[in-house]
T-cell receptor
Framework: KAGVTQTPRYLIKTRGQQVTLSCSPI?????VSWYQQTPGQGLQFLFE???????NKGNFPGRFSGRQFSNSRSEMNVSTLELGDSALYLC????????????FGPGTRLTVL | GENVEQHPSTLSVQEGDSAVIKCTYS??????FPWYKQELGKRPQLIID?????GEKKDQRIAVTLNKTAKHFSLHITETQPEDSAVYFC????????????FGSGTQLTVLP
């Protein structure tokens, strides 16, 4: 099976812009979670989607949003970018009901100038 | 919410020696505890996990122990090899939100040849 894929892998934006990141889960996986990884804050949970519904949300401002499509692919959007949003954004997929294991994608490296 | 503390932040061992990384968690409702290995520039990889109904789990050179009363769990790597060098993250998730992981701050393990 192909692993979790994320596009784009690298992105450079300027403050105030918005960005959309995409995640394709492992075939058959219906849950997608998003995490932000920074040197200062480590790995932090953003939100999780299952069957096109947001199930859980982390402690991030409303500028961070996401959605999931009927094929389980997910997107996250960050509006009004700030310098502090520079990070590696990781998504992880899971079978959800049949197991706990989460498998991560390679991440999207976002740089905000 | 859940808080996970991880120690030590850096660990150097000689090849062939054992390495132990410890984590504590705060939410007694947490019942799933995975460990991830992240090599430089790569995605986190699940290496072992344990659920709260199990006290210990072993997979070849890697083992994890869980003490629910004390709310701590540990990763043990025996017969370390240079390819074990990486950052290791522990995580915890509460019952019902298995895909909402709270991560520790990470341990940089260096295995010296």
């Amino acid at each position: 099976k192909a692993g979790v894929t994320q596009t784009p892998r690298y992105l450079i934006k300027t403050r105030g812009q918005q960005v959309t990141l995409s995640c394709s889960p492992i075939s058959g996986h219906r849950s997608v979670s998003w995490y932000q990884q920074t040197p200062g804050q480590g790995l932090q949970f953003l939100f999780e989607y299952f069957s096109e519904t947001q199930r859980n949300k982390g402690n991030f401002p409303g500028r961070f949003s996401g959605r999931q499509f009927s094929n389980s692919r997910s997107e996250m959007n960050v509006s009004t970018l700030e310098l502090g949003d520079s990070a590696l954004y990781l998504c992880a997929s899971s079978l959800a009901l049949q197991g706990y294991e989460q498998f991560f994608g390679p991440g999207t490296r976002l740089t905000v100038l | 919410g859940e808080n996970v503390e991880q120690h030590p932040s850096t660990l150097s061992v000689q090849e062939g020696d054992s390495a132990v990384i410890k984590c504590t968690y705060s939410d007694s409702a947490s019942n799933y505890f995975p460990w991830y290995k992240q090599e430089l520039g790569k995605r986190p990889q699940l290496i072992i996990d344990i659920r709260s109904n199990v006290g210990e789990k072993k997979d070849q050179r890697i083992a994890v122990t869980l003490n629910k009363t004390a709310k701590h769990f540990s990763l043990h790597i025996t017969e370390t090899q240079p390819e074990d060098s990486a950052v290791y993250f522990c995580a915890a998730s509460p019952s019902g939100s298995a895909r909402q992981l709270t991560f520790g701050s990470g341990t940089q393990l260096t295995v010296l040849p």
